[in-house]
């Protein structure tokens, strides 16, 4: 009976499984796989190549640039990122008029597809564009934004948040609805002050989604590509040259597929290094 | 008073947020010279007295419109196919105990911690290969099995009690009738939510549309807008309102199920 039952669940299961092997697992593998091998001219074909392209990667300074880049993007995007969807979660949780409507225009660039709000902010970004016009408004110089070496992360950034920023906050508000009203209501009467109230009584009640947040928000910081290849293509002097885009460009452009794919597994396992270290931490002051 | 200055706080960061798209909304309803015509700030950056619908009618003929069209169809066929093979998947991990079912339940999890825009590189040689590139099949296929959808419905079937199972089987109701007849219609908030989250991810996505279809009959929309953005004398004005059609379009398709997206949206956080 139970085997029969087996074979059964076999039958609806088997498109999906299929689907998820073929088209998530063996990829997965077959790049771990190729990225040993190399095309060799001479004997025309494919050849092992040990760990030959990833000494390779190792020794070639763009890569090390884009390792640094994406790095320093991290630690700076994260943060950032979870602290100000925070905020904004407290904020739009109180009771006040208009938040919901607020809310909602928070959330909007959601429907946004990236390729989409990245060209909507390369206009934006435009010596003559609408950022100059505002701070033109407020009596400041103009800026390069995207054509500076310094101001590019940060342009990436302010764009990156304006994408993401409301859909963490989502799953930050379902937490915080999660805490009883009385427990918010109580630390009010108190007279616990606004701020002492949000980081004693709110902060410790959303630790779950808050490192959900956290984890979620770094693997996807970490794939970042559209606005890169649509607004920088990597530069100026490979100062917005992430990972991801790095590996597309090694890939199509250079046309080298096997270094590519030993790229793509040390992006993958940076991102579970980097994750595993959140994991810890998070445990680590429980 | 401390009401008052949330609201005014909340208002401020509000209308930040929907600037840019407001930005957006004007400038595609007049023409695309004007675009950097307004820019010493005044209202008029935001507000346009005499709208013409001009660059959408432009927008009709134009490659962003064939390709919008294309992210239709594509994601319209995800939907679909994609929600009968997860259905039926979450079905045969929660309607039935036999051996192994953890492991697949493993895979099916494991399967959605790789993210796909880093598999997507390895997978798009591999559909080289199969001469998959330019076709509609390609740019459907790895949508439609989706692990975080499978986990989705799974949970939801779970609470299907099993007296309700017996009684049909009693009926005389194959399992795939018990699927059909008593599975699938008690979960329909679930088949939206799933439902939903196809539609994004193939609507989203840019990578792989990138990789695999580029030519003038398969492109879709946000590549299609991306071409249009970078060439040298682009009509902003076209940019803008391909821009506007294509985050009104998921929009509306939230806005429609907005509780079932939120529902989503959480339940997937704090489990």
């Known amino acids: 009976m139970k085997?029969?039952?087996?074979?059964?669940?076999?039958?609806?299961?088997?498109?999906?499984?299929?689907?998820?092997?073929?088209?998530?697992?063996?990829?997965?593998?077959?790049?771990?796989?190729e990225s040993f091998y190399t095309e060799s001219l001479l004997r025309g074909g494919r050849v092992f190549a040990g760990?030959?392209?990833?000494?390779d990667l190792l020794s070639n300074k763009d890569f090390r640039q884009s390792v640094g880049v994406t790095l320093l993007f991290t630690v700076l995007v994260n943060p950032i990122q979870v602290v100000v969807s925070f905020l904004l979660a407290v904020l739009f949780t109180q009771k006040a008029a208009g938040s919901k409507l607020w809310r909602t225009l928070v959330i909007l660039p959601i429907a946004t597809p990236p390729a989409v709000s990245a060209v909507i902010w390369s206009?934006?970004?435009?010596?003559?564009?609408?950022?100059?016009?505002?701070l033109e408004r407020l009596g400041l110089p103009a800026q390069p934004f995207l054509t500076s070496s310094g101001q590019v992360l940060p342009s990436l950034i302010l764009l990156l948040s304006w994408i993401g920023v409301g859909y963490w906050m989502l799953f930050l508000i379902a937490g915080i609805q999660e805490v009883p009203v009385e427990v918010r209501e109580a630390a009010l009467l108190d007279g616990a002050s606004a701020w002492r109230r949000m980081v004693s009584v709110i902060l410790p009640l959303v630790r779950r989604p808050l490192a959900f947040v956290l984890v979620a928000d770094t693997v996807s910081n970490l794939l970042v590509f559209a606005p890169v290849q649509i607004l920088t293509k990597g530069g100026p002097n490979g100062n917005s040259n992430l990972l991801m885009y790095d590996v597309y460009t090694r890939a199509y452009a250079i046309g080298d597929i096997h270094v590519a794919q030993a790229e793509v597994v040390i992006l993958v396992a940076l991102t579970l290094a980097i994750v595993?270290?959140?994991f810890r931490l998070l445990r680590g002051d429980e | 008073m401390r009401r008052v200055s949330l609201s005014a706080l909340g208002g401020v960061v509000g209308i930040l947020f929907f600037l840019p798209l407001l930005w957006v909304l004007t400038n595609s309803l007049r023409p695309g010279s004007e675009?950097?015509?307004?820019?010493?700030?005044?209202?008029?950056?935001?507000?346009?007295?005499?709208?013409?619908?001009?660059?959408?009618?432009?927008?009709?003929?134009?490659?962003?419109?064939?390709?919008?069209?294309?992210?239709?169809?594509?994601?319209?066929?995800?939907?679909?196919?994609?929600?009968?093979?997860?259905?039926?998947?979450?079905?045969?991990?929660?309607?039935?105990?036999?051996?192994?079912?953890?492991?697949?339940?493993g895979i099916v999890v494991l399967s959605f911690l790789v993210p796909f825009d880093a598999i997507a590189i390895p997978l798009s040689t591999m559909f080289r290969d199969w001469h998959l590139t330019n076709t509609f099949t390609g740019l459907v296929l790895p949508g439609i099995g989706n692990g975080m959808a499978i986990f989705l419905l799974r949970q939801f079937f779970l609470g299907i009690p099993a007296e309700l199972v017996e009684a049909g089987r009693l009926d005389g109701l194959g399992w795939f009738g018990v699927f059909r007849w008593i599975?699938?219609?008690l979960s329909k908030p679930a088949l939206i939510g799933a439902g939903l989250m196809l539609f994004l991810f193939q609507w989203q996505s840019y990578v792989w549309p990138l990789l695999i279809g580029t030519d003038a009959k398969h492109i879709l929309g946000p590549v299609a807008l991306s071409n249009l953005q970078g060439q040298n004398f682009a009509d902003y004005g076209l940019v803008f309102a391909g821009a506007v059609v294509l985050t009104v379009i998921p929009l509306v398709v939230i806005a429609g199920f907005q509780r079932y997206f939120v529902q989503s949206v959480s339940s997937s956080g704090l489990k």
């Open chain 1, 3 to 33: 085997q029969r039952q087996g074979l059964i669940a076999l039958a609806f299961l088997a498109p999906a499984l299929v689907c998820l092997a073929v088209l998530r697992i063996v990829p997965a593998i077959s790049a771990v796989v």
């Open chain 1, 51 to 55: 760990l030959g392209n990833y000494t």
């Open chain 1, 123 to 134: 206009v934006i970004y435009r010596p003559d564009g609408l950022a100059n016009g505002v």
């Open chain 1, 276 to 278: 595993a270290g959140q």
């Open chain 2, 35 to 105: 675009t950097f015509a307004h820019l010493t700030l005044s209202w008029q950056t935001f507000f346009e007295l005499k709208p013409t619908l001009h660059n959408y009618s432009a927008l009709i003929s134009s490659d962003v419109g064939r390709a919008t069209l294309n992210s239709i169809l594509v994601s319209a066929a995800t939907v679909v196919i994609g929600l009968a093979v997860c259905a039926s998947a979450a079905f045969g991990l929660a309607a039935f105990t036999f051996r192994g079912r953890g492991l697949v339940f």
């Open chain 2, 183 to 185: 599975y699938l219609p």
